[in-house]
């Protein structure tokens, strides 16, 4: 019997089909991150590659509105760039058009494109279009740059580090997935003012991502609950009902904030906090817990330290 993809779930998948590829001496960080790193012999710089999807019924429904369909697909490869603490230079676009399209809607998403790209300084520089009968497909491949050695991967949280989260977590179903801004500006100021050890952007949710740099760095963490800062969208859901998802495991498990998660040295966790509130006094900055010698993610909260069992979005969750 032959097996599916929902027998292995997403990132085993993943892991599955990039264990057996060949890599060049230039490519410094191959699949794995938030982005690609290639040494293509310029003194000073390293080029980053991303490309990431959306996909109607998945990521997105007609109803929310093509421009802000278009911000989110630029902004999701430009979220990705920022996590290596780089910037973003050049993108092509695949556009797969359902059969039910108008010229209206293809406007609309390409005014979106257009949007977040050049508040970034991003040159769309080309592409494909094709048919891809059922739903829109939208398909965006970035190209940027980061210092010569200095890309931020989430193999390097140390024992002892401070764990910090950008913005508020949580509340993507009512809308917050689509009109997040990419923390480019962010993260640059970031790693030019500090030695940042791991980072990240949480398109999978706190608890599903942060493990990934846990894996990749060898280390454990625990979080602390009332640290962890939920949204207003997650908290007014959490009010509507027995039935809804209480803030707290909004936060940790909705995924799409495309926020930042790093970690730094906790003798410069302080500065990270003051310099940021300074830098960016509309933007929230959370310590929200600290990494662990021994393996594994645990929550300290009312009920005291206990392994965190929750993840983060899988899209083939194993059954």
Same mark, same amino acid.
């Given at each position: ?36 790193? +290639?040494? &293509? ?8 590659? %991303? ?11 007609? @109803? ?50 257009? @949007? ?18 059922? $739903? ?13 050695? %200095?890309?931020?991967? #989430? ?9 910090? !989260? @950008? ?9 917050? =997935? ?12 970031? +790693?030019?003012?500090?030695? !940042? ?28 609950? #009332? ?7 997650? $908290? ?40 940021? %509130? ?9 310590? +929200? ?8 993610? $645990? ?5 005291? &330290? ?8 899988? =899209?083939?969750? %194993?059954?």
């Amino acid at each position: 019997m032959k097996q599916t993809t929902n027998k292995l779930g997403e990132f085993d998948l993943i892991a599955r089909i990039t264990s057996g590829l060949t890599l060049g001496s230039e490519v410094r960080v191959g699949a794995g991150d938030d982005c690609a790193v +290639v040494d &293509v012999g310029v003194p000073d710089r390293e080029l980053l590659l %991303k490309t990431d999807s959306v996909v109607e019924g998945i990521h997105f429904e007609r @109803s929310a509105g093509f421009e802000r369909v278009g911000r989110k697909a630029m902004g999701r490869a430009l979220s990705d760039v920022a996590a290596m603490g780089g910037r973003a230079s050049s993108a092509l676009i695949t556009l797969g058009l359902p059969t039910h399209h108008t010229v209206e809607e293809v406007d609309a998403l390409y005014a979106g494109l257009r @949007s977040m790209a050049g508040a970034h300084g991003v040159s769309i520089v080309g592409g494909e279009t094709t048919r891809n009968p059922e $739903r829109y497909l939208i398909s965006v491949s970035v190209v940027g740059w980061v210092a010569k050695g %200095k890309a931020v991967l #989430r193999s390097g949280a140390r024992v002892g580090d401070a764990i910090f !989260v @950008s913005g508020e977590l949580g509340g993507a179903m009512a809308g917050r =997935h689509l009109d997040f801004e990419p923390r480019l500006v962010e993260a640059g100021w970031l +790693v030019a003012h500090f030695d !940042v050890h791991a980072m990240m952007d949480l398109s999978d949710g706190l608890a599903g991502d942060l493990r990934h740099i846990l894996r990749q760095s060898g280390v454990g963490a625990e979080l602390l609950g #009332r640290a962890i800062p939920t949204s207003r969208e997650a $908290r007014l859901r959490g009010r509507e009902g027995d039935a809804a998802k209480p803030p707290l495991l909004a936060a940790l498990t909705d995924g799409e904030d495309f926020e930042l998660v790093f970690t730094v040295s906790p003798k410069d966790a302080v500065r990270v906090l003051d310099g940021w %509130k300074q830098r960016f006094p509309d933007v929230n900055l959370s310590c +929200v817990g600290r990494i662990l010698e021994e393996p594994g993610l $645990r929550i300290r909260d009312e009920r005291g &330290v206990r392994d965190l069992e929750v993840h983060g979005y899988d =899209h083939f969750e %194993k059954s």
